[in-house]
């Protein structure tokens, strides 16, 4: 059963101790409820949270509750076709059973081969409120709540600024010494490239009679 943390979260349920699972306006999600009956575990689940998964544990103590959302015109869960003599929509009641010790999330649920086929990571189930969980999926989500997640991947380190630093300045220096040698080569070109004058040639001597 998922519900939004920052509007009724697993701390509010073990505040309250009961609580009628009020506000569900689907269909599909009314009859799971329907098919509920006293004593049944729940998974409760946080939803729209970063991130989403199982925060704790309740069951249900009442079924056939009428829903009151509905009949109050101010309310976001209003149905104005509603009636108190002809209601539409339904709820269960639920008691609070624990919070679990190491919070479930999503990524750790679609890892878990157990849990490959449950309805919450597949399709349309992802997006309903209420939805069935068979008991070795209840307890396998249970398994992993009292287990500690593995811890998080390292973060690759930072390149050291100063070592990046060093390694420029060769590269640069040798760039330097490349122009400087370019330079040197483009100006002995130019300075082979002027003639020198010749020497005047020696005046030949004067032949003899």
Not at 196 to 203: I, V
């Amino acid at each position: 059963m998922k519900s939004e943390p920052d509007q009724f979260g697993i701390a509010d349920l073990a505040r309250v101790k009961v609580e009628p699972w009020t506000g569900v306006r689907s269909y599909f999600a009314r009859a799971h409820m329907r098919a509920m009956s006293a004593g049944d575990s729940v998974l409760f689940h946080h939803s729209n949270a970063t991130p989403p998964g199982v925060a704790g544990l309740a069951r249900v103590v009442r079924t056939g509750v009428v829903d009151e959302t509905q009949f109050d015109p101010a309310g976001k869960y209003h149905d104005p076709k509603a009636t108190r003599d002809r209601p539409i929509w339904d709820c269960v009641e639920v008691e609070y059973v624990a919070t679990l010790p190491h919070f479930v999330a999503m990524d750790r649920m679609r890892a878990e081969p157990a849990l490959s086929d449950m309805l919450l990571l597949k399709g349309m189930g992802m997006r309903l409120s209420v939805q069935p969980v068979t008991g070795p999926e209840y307890e396998a989500v249970v398994a992993l709540g009292h287990t500690a997640p593995p811890p998080p991947p390292p973060r690759p380190a930072k390149p050291d600024r100063a070592a990046v630093k060093a390694a420029r300045v060769p590269k640069a220096a040798k760039a330097a010494k490349a122009a400087k040698a370019a330079k040197a080569a483009a100006a002995a070109k130019a300075a082979g490239a002027v003639k020198a004058p010749r020497a005047a040639a020696a005046p030949k001597a004067a032949r003899r009679r």
